[in-house]
């Protein structure tokens, strides 16, 4: 966290701002409240004190009474406006992230380990709730309350106010030092957690290897030694939470206890009106509560703000990344998505220039060697990569314009029907149940439950299911070109042929088709073939 608040997050995150608005609102008001409420309480007290009649009094205890209440109902009115706030600070920081990856794409994904993102996304952000929810608006109430506090005192005896202003600084003294611990040891503990999430996920995906050549348990062990080295750091973060807590307790406890002292001493010599003197008293505890309650709210969100740096260096390189999707008005007649002069960049070999046109009817084969770079010319197709050259579409983009199936079948756990009309509003299980016989896999219900990463289904249902889902898009959206990625790579000869029947008669009613494939088969159906260049080695500009 850069300073007490991080103007990042304030900057990402507008409604924040909105919040913090209403809180200093509702904060104003306690503030009032607390003082009037310190007034009646001590009129009351010292009025029975020195006998007045209870009638005279009960005026005051009333009024007192209704300020509690009132300060009660706003206390909650508080709660639910941080934690509405929170949420919808934590929303539009997650809604930036998902997007920034996005933009981002796969490639800039494959660079970075899927697992240690995830746990940004997910448990970072959700420790951020506190830094919007409760440590945001104890700032606010702070730089309110304690001043307003602070002045009443001086205002009611300067002398106590003079005490209050000489030990008040103690205490975010302190909060810096032990902050800067805090700051130290809690990211510590976030890089640990990372470190484990990536580490159990790699260790999960390549067990099967790991069993084969006997390694399972030394790779479990070293999960165990990451997982005790975050046990001992997050013991590190509670001794530091409570040092921090004790070291405030004591400071606020010491410095209400020098007020009440010199204020006893006084009353004893007759130096201090009774009144005076218990007004004080009363707020002398309270001027001091907001600066111990945001050392304890900084604590509470001091997990989440160890998160930022990781969070906003993807959103730093999104705002970096160039636009790669260009759109091109007035492509020729009948031509759906059209690249000119595409060259992409991998590592030190430049892949292309390629040139190519998918045509409304027509079904254009991309082919070259593996590593040849077929998948990365798709990729700058979706605005995945960078690329130069240009990119020709008749749709708004390219990305609209292209359904596509990759060489994964990217499947998630749901049902099949979900994974097929991934992302509608209301599937329509009569066009999936059509997606899916035109895929060849009419044998595979939709109501079949999947697991992580499309668990339960064999290699070539899953690969059939993501061409389902390419043909779902296609026949449900704006999207005019089906783009398929090896879609057969794990078909037999017969599943094949009908494959290929399929996309002839997806050609024959009006879309263009791009197919990567090595199988010589699908030379057969393919109107056009565009035969990849030779990838040449290019030192980095």
């Known amino acids: 966290m850069r300073g007490p608040v991080d103007p990042r997050l304030l900057r990402v995150a507008s409604a924040s701002r909105a919040f913090l608005l209403a809180s200093a609102g509702i904060t104003v008001i306690q503030t009032a409240i607390l003082v009037g409420f310190a007034w009646l309480l001590t009129r009351a007290l010292v009025g029975a004190i020195d006998g007045e009649p209870v009638a005279r009094l009960w005026p005051f205890v009333g009024l007192a009474l209704l300020l509690v209440l009132a300060r009660g109902a706003l206390a909650a009115l508080a709660e639910r406006v941080s934690a509405r706030g929170a949420a919808q ?122 069993k084969v050549f006997g390694r399972e348990w030394r790779a479990a062990a070293s999960i165990g030694d990451v997982t005790r080295r975050y046990a001992r750091e997050t013991m590190s973060v509670l001794r530091v939470s409570f040092l921090s807590g004790f070291a405030l307790e004591f400071l606020a406890s010491i410095s209400v206890a020098i007020v009440a002292v010199t204020i006893g001493l006084r009353l004893l010599d007759g130096g201090l009106d009774l009144t005076i003197g218990l007004f004080v008293l009363l707020l002398a505890p309270e001027a001091y509560l907001p600066l111990r309650q945001v050392g304890v709210q900084f604590h509470a969100a001091a997990e989440g703000a160890a998160a930022t740096d990781d969070i906003f260096e993807v959103l730093d390189a999104a705002r970096e990344a160039p636009v790669r999707d260009s759109v091109v008005r007035g492509v020729s007649e009948g031509v759906l998505l059209a690249a000119q002069g595409l060259e992409i960049r991998r590592g030190p070999h430049l892949i292309g220039p390629i040139d190519l046109a998918v045509s409304a009817g027509r ?38 314009a292209i359904a596509w199936s990759g060489q994964r079948p990217g499947l998630v756990e749901g049902s099949v029907l979900e994974n097929i009309a991934l992302g509608a509003v209301r599937p329509d299980e009569e066009l999936a149940a059509q997606c899916l016989r035109d895929a060849q896999a009419s044998r595979i219900p939709l109501d079949r439950a999947l697991g992580p990463g499309g668990a339960g289904l064999s290699g070539g249902q899953a690969q059939r299911v993501a061409v389902a889902r390419a043909l779902y898009r296609l026949r449900s959206t704006a999207a005019c070109v089906l783009v398929l990625d090896e879609p057969s790579s794990a078909l037999d000869a017969e599943i094949e042929a009908a494959l290929w029947r399929t996309l002839r008669a997806v050609a024959e009613d009006g879309a263009g088709v791009l197919l990567v494939s090595h199988r010589t088969s699908a030379r057969a159906i393919a109107d056009e073939i565009v035969r990849m260049p030779p990838a040449r080695v290019e030192a980095a500009a």
């Open 363 to 400: 079904i254009v084969l991309l082919e070259g060697p593996s590593g040849a770079g077929k998948s990365s010319v798709l990729a700058a197709l979706l605005g995945f990569v960078e690329y130069r050259g240009t990119v020709e579409t008749s749709a708004a983009s390219a990305r609209d």
């Open 89 to 210: 600070a934590s929303r539009q920081l997650r809604s930036a992230l998902v997007d920034a990856v996005g933009r981002l794409g796969p490639g800039w994904l494959a660079r970075r380990n899927a697992a240690s993102i995830a746990l940004t996304a997910g448990h970072g952000l959700e420790a951020l709730d506190a830094y919007f929810g409760r440590y945001l608006p104890q700032l606010v109430a702070t730089v309110i309350t304690m001043p307003v506090v602070v002045v009443a005192i001086f205002a009611a005896d300067p002398v106590s106010g003079l005490i209050v202003l000489v030990t008040l600084p103690l205490i975010p003294l302190f909060m810096v030092l032990i902050g800067l611990a805090t700051r130290s040891v809690q990211r510590r503990q976030f890089d640990t957690l990372t470190q484990l999430a990536a580490r159990f996920a790699d260790t999960v995906g390549g067990l099967g290897t790991l």
